[in-house]
């Protein structure tokens, strides 16, 4: 006997095939940068800040050290606040080694983690005066030695100090290296590789900090600020930011 519709079992749906929808933004990958190009974004930096310079505050390599052991995790204005006091108070190992850990932390507590800080600047300064005779070593491996005193903190002061052709990857860096396609790496140490690789050698020093100013102040992390980046011509970002809209006037 035929059953009718009512009984019958229901069918399950018929799945319908997923719409295609555009990648998200940030999604697509950005292909690595010929070597005309990445000239070229170079380029396009150098011709808008011809001479660029660390905006930390420093004399010599020794208060350049201290400065940037301080800056981990702390915005260079902030510690820049903080040295004017203390190189005012002491600007040598040997004064800052005296100071002693309470004397450096009075002056640096508006900064993150200055505990910690305090005690590697002055057991830094300590081993500068015990194992170099007072003097910021010119190596690699005795830099990395001191206390506080990681790969970043060595090719900052190799870069900046003694013009060595090093590369310091920061967190500006690394996003600048990867979303631009000028040096794309997995980790730090390989976009500085890669950075190292791809940059000619006497434009290291400057490319050091053109990078990090161009990533703090435009190609920021959140939204790049594309519609007026002087090396988007050269940038293989696909998925360039556009200017933001402006809000209609009133009445
Ligand atoms: S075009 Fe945009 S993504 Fe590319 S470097 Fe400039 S700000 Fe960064």
């Known amino acids: 006997m035929p059953q009718d519709d009512a009984s019958r079992p229901a069918r399950p749906p018929r799945k319908q095939p997923a719409a295609r929808r555009p990648p998200p933004a940030g999604a697509r990958k950005t292909p690595r940068m010929t070597h005309a190009q990445v000239l070229g974004f170079l380029d396009a930096l150098a011709q808008a800040n011809p001479d660029p310079r660390s905006e930390l505050v420093y ?7 201290v400065a940037v052991v301080l800056s981990a995790q702390a915005t260079d204005a902030s510690v820049n606040k903080a040295t004017v006091g203390l ?3 002491a600007a040598t190992p040997q004064a800052m080694a005296a100071l002693g850990e309470d004397g450096v932390a009075r002056h640096i507590r508006t900064i993150g983690l200055w505990q910690n800080k305090a005690k590697n600047v002055v057991e830094l300064s300590r081993r500068l005066v015990a194992e170099h005779g007072g003097q910021v070593p010119h190596d690699r491996a005795a830099l990395e ?11 900052v002061v190799l870069n900046v100090a003694f013009g060595e052709p090093t590369m310091a990857v920061d967190t500006h860096v690394f996003r600048v290296a990867n979303r631009t396609g000028i040096a794309p790496g997995k980790n730090v140490r390989a976009v500085e590789d890669a950075l190292v690789a791809r940059v000619p050698p006497a434009l290291l020093g400057r490319a050091h900090h053109w990078l990090i100013l161009h990533g703090r102040h435009v190609c920021k992390a959140r939204a790049p600020e594309c519609w007026r980046c002087v090396a988007a011509a050269w940038c293989r970002f696909p998925d360039k930011a556009a200017p933001p809209a402006r809000k209609p006037p009133r009445g």
């Open 87 to 89: 190189f005012r108070e």
């Open 145 to 155: 030695a001191l206390p506080g005193v990681g790969r970043k903190t060595a090719n």
């Open 59 to 65: 004399a010599d390599p020794f208060t350049l050290l």
